[in-house]
């Protein structure tokens, strides 16, 4: 699958401090993987070292279902980076996971770019791989079901 | 205990900018565009710069006061503060913190200020090009988020959805911004009017804003002297006194990747009744409003956090001769703001908030005693700001 994106956006890479690495290993096994805190089970999104309800560190990486809905999105016309330069409008999505207390996520929404983006309507997760980059890496996009 | 407040005990004496230009065309540096608007904020207070003894802006301005302090000749530095985060959403803040030396004894005479030259500095407007990014800009840049129009389009598009606000409404905000700036010489789009085809017609920048609902980007600098209330009625201008001021933002408004609670906001939710309660006026009362155009879909949720219609009044409410300056039932951006005056990350907004107060715009609304000023939406922490006249006191 080719990415949505052209070549040459900024590679993802975890913080000095390793805070999100657990997330972006995941995404390269094909894994959705968020904060819980293992105190007061709240979902944590995105990475933090401090669960904000009851302030325990002790928060646990899990896994969950690629499954969500539109919660917001927009159309991007103007480019503002040179990979992006020429390149026709594209799709963003803000995705909130029902199975993790609504956290939200940010992708692509794969297909027509033109398509409408009706708010509410489910989608699922695509992982699309950036092998070739430096350091390799793989996003997590969206399409509608 | 009595209550806690700013209200009346300081005043906004002087007011001074530079020329304002297009991004990268400022003939000065960016440092001296700082001293200059600084020496004629001092100028129209009848004041000696040197008696200036404290600075403070906002955004991580790059004049440091020290240096201004060593440039100017002062006296004697006592007050030396930076409003932490939030961009232009600290401008009202910054004047808050001046207000807030002043009224406690630390200081004498705050100058407020900002200083751009884009051309020798980053643009807002550009995305990182390193190879690698790193933290919450990681969950976002590789999908093409990245401008700050990028960053806040979807917060306006949800509002929008919920409550059934059309097009309409922001072309109205861009309308009356460009149609003040036509009256006022300082501004960037003087003689650059814009009629509703043209926004109808213009190119998309990020659905749901076109490019005239983007502010512009600009060189220059804007500076407004702070001093005590009872000092600032001895000189030449009527003082306009501050009469509220708040900063901050939602509960968890910066949740990362998007996650505030409070999402489709401007930020001002838990601000604006801090702001009304210390002002002790009510949204009725306000009488022109300048409110920061980062996008007009901002100014939309500003106005409404702030109480001057419901949600579901927008398409109602904004409608362009309900804000066009003199006869509107709420004049907005009376100089043309950030869209068509300049970007001067909003510091211009309070200049021409004193100006109304002063019966100097180039828009003039009728006997205005109470002048308020919201500075940059969306961000956070944001601020806002009320002035009033002798009479508010
Ligand atoms: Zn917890």
Not at chain 2, 72 to 92: H, I, Y
Not at chain 2, 96 to 114: E, I, S
Not at chain 2, 238 to 266: E, F, I, M, Q, W
Not at chain 2, 342 to 350: I, K, N, R, V
Request: charged share 20%; net charge negative; glycine share 10%.
């Amino acid at each position: 699958m080719s990415p949505y994106l052209p070549k040459g956006l900024p590679a993802p890479t975890p913080e000095s401090d390793g805070l999100s690495a657990p997330y972006w290993d995941g995404t390269r096994r094909g894994e959705l993987m968020v904060q819980r805190c293992r105190d007061c089970k709240t979902w944590i999104w995105g990475p933090e070292w401090i669960c904000h309800q009851c302030h325990s560190f002790d928060l646990d990486w899990t896994a969950v279902e690629g499954k969500g809905r539109i919660y917001s999105w927009e159309r991007v016309w103007h480019p503002v980076h040179p990979a992006l330069k020429d390149h026709g409008p594209y799709i963003v999505v803000l995705v909130e996971l029902p199975g993790a207390d609504n956290i939200r996520m940010i992708g692509n929404l794969l297909g027509d770019p033109m398509q409408d983006v009706p708010i509410g309507a489910e989608v699922e997760a695509i992982f699309e791989p950036h092998d070739e980059a430096d350091p390799p890496y793989t996003l997590v996009q969206w399409r509608r079901v | 205990m009595s209550k806690r407040s700013l209200r009346g005990s300081v005043a906004i004496a002087g007011i001074g900018e530079t020329p304002y230009y297009k991004h990268g065309q400022a003939p000065d540096s960016e440092f001296k565009l700082a001293l200059t608007a600084i020496l004629n904020a001092a100028k129209d207070a009848g004041i000696d710069p040197r008696d200036i003894d404290g600075f403070a802006s906002y955004s991580n301005d790059r004049s440091d006061p020290s240096r201004i302090a060593a440039a100017l000749g002062t006296k004697e530095l006592r007050f030396s503060n930076m409003q932490w985060g939030g961009g232009g959403g600290g401008g009202a803040a910054a004047v808050g913190n001046a207000a807030a030396a002043v009224a406690t004894g630390m200081a004498d005479c705050v100058v407020v200020f900002r200083a751009l030259a884009q051309g020798q500095f980053a643009r807002f407007g550009q995305g990182p090009t390193t190879p690698t990014i790193t933290g919450d800009l990681a969950m976002q840049a590789p999908y093409g988020l990245m401008s700050p129009g990028q960053r806040y389009a979807m917060k306006c598009m949800r509002f929008m959805k919920d409550h059934g606000v059309r097009q309409e409404a922001l072309r109205a905000i861009s309308l009356a911004s460009y149609h003040h700036a036509q009256f006022n010489p300082r501004a960037v789009m003087h003689g650059r009017p814009l009629d509703a085809e043209t926004y109808d017609n213009s190119r998309w920048i990020v659905e749901p804003w076109r490019l005239f609902d983007c502010c512009m980007e600009n060189d220059g600098a804007a500076a407004l002297i702070v001093m005590p209330a009872d000092r600032a009625k001895d000189l030449p201008h009527k003082p306009s006194y501050l009469l509220g001021v708040a900063a901050g933002s939602d509960h968890r408004c910066a949740a990362p990747s998007h996650n505030a609670p409070n999402y489709a906001s401007s930020s001002f939710a838990s601000v604006a009744p801090h702001l009304y309660d210390m002002a002790e006026v009510k949204p009725g009362d306000v009488d022109v409003l300048q409110s920061y155009e980062n996008f007009t879909g901002g100014v939309l949720m500003s106005l409404v956090e702030h109480g001057f219609f419901e949600p579901e009044a927008s398409n109602d409410f904004l409608v362009p001769e309900n804000l066009m300056a003199p006869g509107g039932k709420l004049p907005l951006n009376t100089s043309g703001g950030n869209l068509a005056e300049c970007y001067m990350h909003g510091l211009e907004l309070q200049l021409e908030a004193v100006r109304q107060l002063r019966g100097d715009s180039t828009r003039q609304v009728a006997s205005v005693d109470v002048s308020m000023v919201i500075a940059g939406p969306m961000v956070t922490p944001v601020s806002s700001l009320i002035l009033g006249s002798e009479a508010t006191l």
